[in-house]
């Protein structure tokens, strides 16, 4: 079965300060990948998609970065964060960017930027 | 444009009460919705899905929703509320004509009293 691991589970970093939040899939191949950011009482927000290797699309304008560096990993990152970057950050994955594909969550990793 | 309107911010219900939770898209092509539920401080979980098949869907935990295209509705519902019901509640439209998209309503926060 497939399954969806991301750390660290809890960050508090100080403003400035760079990031890496990394995330993996096991038990398929060629997934999509997603990084989320859910803000407090809001819904979920779609920040960046992956379908391969090296590619990766951006949905929204951000202080953010994403890298793919092997079939399973995705990398959420920034060289200096802002308070705005605090919130709940989700990877999630796909077989494929099909409309009908059940999209499937990590469980999260909070982000508190002071 | 596509978008998706959860109506109510918070349901209150009492345990062994039915379950409504209200959710109109909009769409202009052959959405995808999907219903997902997250507990505390955790990643989110399917509940169920409708692609274009049996318009009454039914899910995990006793949920199910029927997708109504001339309502444009996708109303959540369970017959009998239970206490681990207690969670945020995302509708949820996937498409991918004109684009990959997915839509996240502002989600659903359901209190069940004893």
Known sequence: ?114 | AQSVTQLDSHVSVSEGTPVLLRCNYSSSYSPSLFWYVQHPNKGLQLLLKYTSAATLVKGINGFEAEFKKSETSFHLTKPSAHMSDAAEYFCVVITNTGGFKTIFGAGTRLFVKA
Do not use: M
């Open chain 1, 1 to 114: 079965s497939q399954t969806i691991h991301q750390w660290p589970a809890t960050l508090v970093q100080p403003v400035g300060s760079p990031l890496s939040l990394e995330c993996t899939v096991e038990g398929t191949s060629n997934p999509n990948l997603y990084w989320y950011r859910q803000a407090a009482g809001r819904g979920l927000q779609l920040l960046f998609y992956s379908v391969g290797i090296g590619q990766i699309s951006s949905e929204v304008p951000q202080n953010l970065s994403a890298s793919r560096p092997q079939d399973r990993q995705f990398i959420l990152s920034s060289k200096k964060l802002l308070l705005s970057d605090s919130g709940f950050y989700l990877c999630a994955w796909s077989l494929d960017s099909s409309s009908g594909n059940t999209i499937y969550f990590g469980e999260g990793s909070w982000l508190t930027v002071v």
